[in-house]
């Protein structure tokens, strides 16, 4: 029974791997991107494993010593890798079609029932084979639980840290100003060069026409985790590690090892050291942990779903239901759960959203800070806005179109509230992606749309919008040959120096 048991619970981690298949190993990425305790969701995960595994055998066990044994386990035999792989086709690069795992299913399910019927020698191996597998399974459970207990442990750094000058009255401020604003996943083809015919940008259009445009720019990287700690301290950074105490150790290109990094190391310290106040609204990186060294007033952010239908602000009961209700839903409608999970990430994101748009307005509204850094996380997927409705979207039905849509209206706040300021005229503004729309990594998900593929042309185009509009520029320019998107850190080291823009 002991045995049938440690296999139960073994099928049942690996049925719900894909909800915490990231918090393994010390779940390093999901810690660098939440600013939460993990406690209740490790919990909860144990206890799904739990309980999943003593259904299972309370289903097994009563059979064991019975004639309908063989039986139970012939349709185990059948039944249990197809669904498998259903539940984690989605961890596999690119993803795994349906009608690719209906078809393994069925070849699977016709070799068991020919090994039955004509090599019944053959046939009883490799149920053998398969209970082994299935012990070994459970010595992963054992495994994955204590890795969550381990993770559970783990105390997130500081999310917010105030300046005095942003909590209590202050005289206007009479310093130059940069305003720094990455908008995660901005592409420059579909807003300026190739933008859908029905989408309408006055926004960014208002910011083209008074600010230098950049036609070409060439991307530092394909992800976020390492393009900003690349523009923060103008080197390439290739690999990274977040170890268990919150200390962020990058490795550069051409530099042997990882260094640890913390504000000193970025633009930020360049800022402080030459007298600007710095201040930093961020999504999904640790700034206030990391860099907060260096960064007077600072605040991060990100209630995103983790892989499975769990969030760090629902209860330990509810992230015990939610997966298992998800599970069970799979199970009847697989299509449909999976749009029901994207639905669920929809509202997450929208939490993120207005916790980063309102603090983000907050700050410029103040006018205290010099050297203001905003990481917005629109337009990245997934999208949380509807053109139709004009208003935020609740469901997994709206496209990358939509959350270009919602963008544009967060540079339109951000323009009214700085041309408002006496320091407008002193004001350095640079509009951004940190990446181009990775058409790659979206478009086998369940929220991709018909107007996102309309929109693709089924082309990843790897430039990242780029807009910096200088003091007193009125007029449009553009730079339209190759230019570095490292020039960034650049040409903020200019302007902090006090040195004229040079592109």
Request: charged share 20%; hydrophobic share 40%; proline share 6%.
């Amino acid at each position: 029974m002991l045995k049938k048991l440690l296999q139960c619970v073994g099928i049942a981690s690996l049925i719900l791997v894909v909800n915490y298949g990231e918090l393994l190993g010390g779940g390093s990425d999901v810690r660098m991107h939440v600013p939460f305790p993990l406690t209740a969701i490790c919990l909860a995960q144990i206890a799904d494993i739990l309980i999943l595994g003593l259904f299972l055998a309370a289903l097994v066990v009563p059979f064991q010593h019975t004639g309908l044994y063989r039986w139970v386990r012939m349709l185990l035999a059948m039944l249990i890798p197809p669904y498998l792989l259903e539940r984690t086709r989605y961890l596999f690069p690119g993803g795994i079609e349906a009608g690719t795992v209906l078809v393994v299913s069925i070849i699977w399910i016709a070799i068991l029932l020919l090994l039955r019927q004509r090599f019944p020698r053959w046939y009883r191996e490799t149920l053998r084979i398969g209970s082994a597998i299935c012990v070994f399974f459970g010595l992963f459970a054992i495994s994955a639980i204590l890795q969550l207990l381990w993770v559970a442990t783990w105390k997130p750094g500081p999310q917010q840290q105030a300046a005095t000058w942003s909590t209590s009255p202050q005289p206007p401020r009479q310093h130059p100003l940069i305003v720094w604003v990455i908008f995660d996943e901005l592409s420059h083809d579909q807003v300026y060069d190739h933008r859908a015919r029905d989408l309408n940008l006055p926004a960014f259009d208002e910011l083209r026409n008074q600010s230098t445009l950049f036609t070409d720019v060439q991307p530092i990287g394909y992800f976020t985790r390492k393009i900003v700690p690349t523009l923060f301290t103008g080197k390439i950074v290739e690999d990274f590690r977040y170890d268990f105490n919150n200390q962020f150790r990058v490795h550069y290109a051409g530099v042997h090892g990882k260094l640890p990094l913390d504000g000193s190391g970025t633009i930020f310290g360049d800022a402080k050291k030459a007298g600007w106040r710095t201040a930093v609204v961020g999504w999904y990186n640790p700034y206030c942990t990391t860099y907060g060294d260096s960064i007077d007033d600072c605040f991060w952010t990100n209630h995103d779903m983790l892989d499975g239908p769990m969030t760090q602000s629902a209860s330990f009961g509810r992230n015990i239901l939610t997966p298992m209700q998800h599970l069970v839903r799979q199970a009847k409608a697989p299509a449909r759960a999976d749009r029901d999970l994207c639905t669920f990430d929809v509202r997450q994101r929208y939490k993120t959203h207005i916790d980063l748009e309102s603090h983000a307005l907050q700050l410029l509204k103040t006018d205290q800070a010099d050297f203001i850094f905003l990481h917005l996380a629109t337009p990245h997927s997934p999208n949380i806005w509807s053109r139709i409705d004009d208003d935020y979207t609740q469901f997994c039905d709206s496209s990358y179109l939509d959350n270009l849509a919602l963008a544009d209206r967060e540079m339109s706040s951000i323009l009214t509230i700085l041309k408002a300021s006496p320091r407008w005229d002193k004001t350095t503004l640079i509009v951004q992606g940190d990446h181009s729309w990775r058409v790659d990594t979206w478009d086998w998900h369940p929220d991709w749309t018909e107007e996102d593929d309309a929109a693709s042309h089924d082309i990843f185009d790897t430039r990242p919008a780029l807009v910096i509009h200088q003091p007193g520029q009125t007029q449009p320019q553009t730079i339209s040959g190759p230019w570095q998107q490292l020039n960034v850190h650049t040409l903020l080291e200019q302007t902090i120096q006090g040195q004229p823009l040079k592109f």
